[in-house]
């Protein structure tokens, strides 16, 4: 996609960290922006941030009814849309033989399931519109590489990152007008660890040593990371270039090539070091 002005663009998790500063881009663009979330306070306030004809929508992604209904009001109120961010995402982490069933049922129904429907909800329309398009889902270097105490999170991020390329695949299979991104962040400044904040009661259980120590470390680190701005900066460069991988740093190509060395050679691989 070359021309963003007058399109229409669609966030989940907008209205915080990464999503956030998506809407900002887009609207920045001079496209109609849909902001979902399921913080509705932080939600009002980032739509009002925006302001024009932005809308926002309590969605929660887990729901594929929830999703379908945020297509349903994006179509009916723009006419289309162009661009899809399957963007919200949480954290769990610990000892993979102590993190429970809802656990993983949590961050598989958002990291993942937010993905899937996404796809389902959205995209027969968009290809049925025949018009150019683009997907972006928000993966994380931790659909690239495993780290410990992040079992919960990274089942998720490599089965999203396998959603994101069979989409691509079947896409490109089919001749639709529609590109595929998947973003990488390593630690980017954002409230991803204390994801529990969002996380329903019916799922709440009591966090173990391990995990809340994974926490405190994810808090402590993204807390200088990367800021989300330069992040959507790096989406908007890849949806015009129409660049699948968009990786926030550029040591990920050692990384990469690490893992797959390993691999080549039967070993475990590394976990990425972050730099």
Known sequence: MRDLEGKTAVVTGAASGIGRSLARRWAAEGMHVVLADVEDQALLTAVGELGGDAIGMRVDVTSFDDVEAL?????????AVDVLCNNAGVFQGGLLWECSDADFEWTLGVNLWGILHGVRAFVPRMVAA??????????????????????PYDV?????MAATECLA?????????????????GLVDTAIGSSRRNRPAMLATEQSEGAAFVERALAD????????????DLVVEAVLEERFLVPTRPSYAQQLTNRCEDLVARRAP?????D
């Not at 680190?221 to 959507?232: I, K, L, R």
């Not at 590394?270 to 972050?274: A, E, I, L, Q, V």
């Open 71 to 79: 297509a349903s009001t994006a179509f009916s109120t723009f006419g």
């Open 130 to 151: 025949g018009t150019e398009g683009h997907v972006v889902n928000t993966i994380s270097m931790a659909g690239l590489a495993t780290t410990p105490f992040s079992g």
């Open 156 to 160: 998720s991020k490599f089965a999203a």
């Open 169 to 185: 695949h079947d896409l490109a299979t089919v001749g639709a007008p529609i590109k595929v991104s998947a973003v990488c962040p």
């Open 221 to 232: 680190g993204t807390a200088g990371g990367m800021a989300p701005d330069e992040v959507a």
């Open 270 to 274: 590394r976990s990425p070091t972050f």
